[in-house]
């Protein structure tokens, strides 16, 4: 028999057994079904700037839309003049419907988002001004499609594993620019315009499609320059697209004979000489002679022979080496003129990059003066070891330069000898390479005709004048004429008499 207390015992243990048993279902049960954040349908980034619903992972800042979490539907935008920041978050979907969706927007920027599984990525129509800038856009059908839109940047994005196409522009008659992207791994086309005209494909690394660019019903005088297009079926391929342009292009080991194939189309390959056309793996590489016939002694980085496509298409000017791209440089020298007699130590050049290079990625060791002379690069001077000698602004203007150089015995030397230029201007160039990009800038200086002490293009009894009344002063002194040092040592002497009545009578103009 139980008594009253064993069974009150008894049915206590018997409670907290059942509450322990459901406990561990309840913890088990959420384990095993723990959701991605989701709102609840699509999203909409209204006309009056709220977001819909109020729970989507979206923070807003005025105009600026940062996602704070991972989003598992569709966004519609329906307010232009805003920036949609990803902030490197992913937007994905079911395999159907729109990862954006633009319609009659302008002035919109898609940037940082990880776009996947939708039947088109990013989708615009009759939608102008906008930006698709740094997102990796995969998996979906189309990556980017562009219906009846204009004047759009897609710039520097992973677009990769999309069919069938990485970017398709239909029947978007004026000025998209697709710049910079990784097109990689799409299914039938990397890019493909559909009855699209004047736009722009430059800079891409466009490898592994079906046709790298398909050029279709009559899309035509659009500008393909500067693009790496490799291992794919059709570097190129034009069907009834005519007057389109290509230039500067490395056509490298894509799988038919030829890399370009052109039905019905006429285009031009080539930006004439001496700029030349594109790099063709397949072609041979004879290059012995230079000139727009090339008819000439010395080689012009040109192949000889054209490189043919099909009767009405053809590069005139191929390139012997892959293309690389080379970025302006602003240049300064200094000094501005130059007294070949010095006995000065250094030639200094600035080098200003375009503001979205970053001057500290310049390798020195790939600086060359004309493409001869490099700078000093010895290890005991501060201002090859210490940044803070080299990064300058030393012309004031808020954009940081790199700071080099020169043995200025041999900057003299080349001038004279090399150029055979004793007097006169001279222009110099400065190539070097910023993380791998090629850069070039020039500056032009004036060689002084020594014993031109008042500069004004001849020797003469003026000069011997003004020299006469400094003779004898140092620097030191502050009575001392920098122009009539003419082999700037720092003493008015007859050193400086000699070059004097060695070049009186001579003129340089």
Wanted: a negative charge; proline letters at 3%; aromatic letters at 12%.
């Amino acid at each position: 028999m139980v008594h009253k207390g064993e069974r009150i015992e008894l049915l206590r243990k018997v409670v907290s057994g059942i509450t322990l048993t459901l406990l561990l279902i309840t913890m088990l049960t959420l384990a095993f079904n723990i959701q991605p954040v989701k709102a609840s349908g699509t999203i909409y980034i209204r006309a009056d700037g709220s977001v819909d619903p109020l729970t989507a992972p979206i923070q807003r800042d005025v105009d600026v839309y940062t996602f704070t979490d991972n989003i598992y539907d569709e966004i519609v935008v329906e307010r232009s003049n805003i920036i949609i920041d990803g902030d490197g978050h992913t937007l994905q979907g079911s395999g159907s419907g729109y990862g954006f969706y633009l319609y009659g927007m302008n002035n919109v920027t898609i940037e940082k988002t990880n776009i996947k599984n939708f039947h088109d990525g990013i989708w615009l129509c009759s939608s102008s001004s906008n930006s698709i800038s740094g997102n990796n856009i995969a998996n979906n059908e189309y990556g980017v499609y562009l219906y009846s839109s204009s004047s759009n940047s897609i710039s520097g994005n992973n677009i990769a594993n999309n069919g069938p196409a990485g970017i398709e522009l239909k029947h978007s008659s004026s000025s998209n620019s697709i710049s910079g992207n990784n097109v990689t791994a799409n299914n039938w086309y990397g890019i493909w315009l559909f009855s699209s005209s004047s736009n722009s494909i430059s800079g891409n690394n466009i490898a592994n499609n079906g046709d790298g660019i398909f050029f279709y019903s009559s899309s035509s005088s659009n500008s393909i320059s500067g693009n790496n297009i490799a291992n794919n079926w059709y570097g190129t391929h034009l069907y009834s697209s005519s007057n389109n342009k290509f230039s500067h292009n490395n056509f490298i080991d894509n799988n038919f004979q030829q890399a370009a194939v052109s039905v019905y189309s006429t285009s031009v390959w080539d930006d004439g000489y001496p700029s030349g056309g594109n790099y063709w793996s397949d072609h041979v590489t004879v290059d012995d002679f230079c000139g727009i016939y090339q008819d000439e002694l010395g080689s012009d980085g040109i192949v000889d022979e054209p490189y043919v496509i099909d009767y009405n298409n053809r590069d005139n000017y191929p390139l012997l080496k892959p293309w690389s791209p080379v970025i302006f440089a602003t240049t300064d020298v200094n000094p501005d003129a130059l007294n070949l007699k010095s006995k000065g130590k250094w030639i200094t050049a600035y080098v200003q990059l375009p503001e979205e290079y970053n001057p500290e990625d310049i390798d020195a060791s790939t600086i060359l003066l004309n493409e001869t002379i490099q700078p000093v690069l010895d290890p005991k001077y501060d201002f090859v070891t210490n940044s803070s000698e080299y990064i300058v602004d030393h012309n004031g203007d808020g954009i940081l330069e790199r700071m080099v150089k020169f043995n200025r015995t041999e900057v003299a030397s080349w001038i004279c000898n090399i150029l055979g230029i004793q007097y006169g201007n001279v222009t110099l160039a400065i190539t070097g390479e910023a993380d791998g990009t090629s850069f070039e800038g020039t500056d032009t200086v004036k060689v002084l005709l020594p014993g031109d002490a008042d500069d004004d293009g001849d020797v003469d009894s003026n000069d011997f004048y003004i020299f006469s009344g400094c003779y004898g002063i140092s620097i030191e002194n502050s009575s001392y004429n920098p122009s009539a040092d003419f082999n700037q040592d720092g003493y008015i002497n007859s050193e400086d008499f000699y070059i004097l009545s060695g070049n009186y009578g001579k003129t340089a103009l």
